[in-house]
């Protein structure tokens, strides 16, 4: 099997919660960079993986890389994910989307046109809570939401 080569852009605390999830998929990801604007939090990072790419520049890690993680503070989604897609990667970018409808709709857009993934991760979508809840809505046990 052909692993995905994965850049983890952002490495503060988010990034760090998926740790632990990057070590379960070991057989079909392999992460080969990591980038963030403080160099110092991108080599702690990069301790976790043996002979990753530790930079500050995302655009660096282009020619290394299938996908990106984009784990960066929100106001940045937008450009980040939508030079990544426009380089030709997958993304998974972590919600929310964007800041704007607008930016949401260019980078699914992007993303149809380049014909690459585009994920958010929405990790209580499928929650038992979430799932009796939207049940709940559905049966209108509460009446019509609007």
């Keep these: 099997m052909i692993k995905l080569k994965l850049g983890v852009i952002g490495c503060g605390n988010m990034a ?6 990057f070590h379960n998929v070991n057989d079909e990801i392999e992460i080969v960079a990591a980038v963030d604007v403080d160099i110092e939090r991108t080599k702690n990072f990069s301790e976790n993986f ?3 790419i530790a ?7 282009f020619d290394y890389i299938d996908a990106a993680l984009v784990v960066l503070p929100h106001h940045l989604h937008h450009k980040v994910a939508l030079d990544c897609i ?6 998974l970018l972590e919600k929310p ?3 704007t409808e607008l930016q949401c709709i260019e980078l699914i857009q992007a993303a149809e046109s380049k014909q690459k993934i ?5 990790v209580m979508r499928y929650h038992r809570l979430t799932l ?4 709940t809505l559905d049966k209108l046990t509460i009446g019509n939401v609007f």
Excluded at 118 to 122: C, E, H, P, Q
């Design 118 to 122: 585009l994920m958010i991760g929405y």
């Design 55 to 61: 930079t500050t520049s995302y655009t660096e890690i």
């Design 86 to 91: 426009k380089a030709g990667k997958h993304v």
């Design 16 to 21: 760090d919660s998926f740790l632990d999830r």
């Design 50 to 52: 043996q002979g990753i």
């Design 132 to 135: 009796a809840f939207k049940e």
């Design 97 to 99: 989307m964007a800041i």
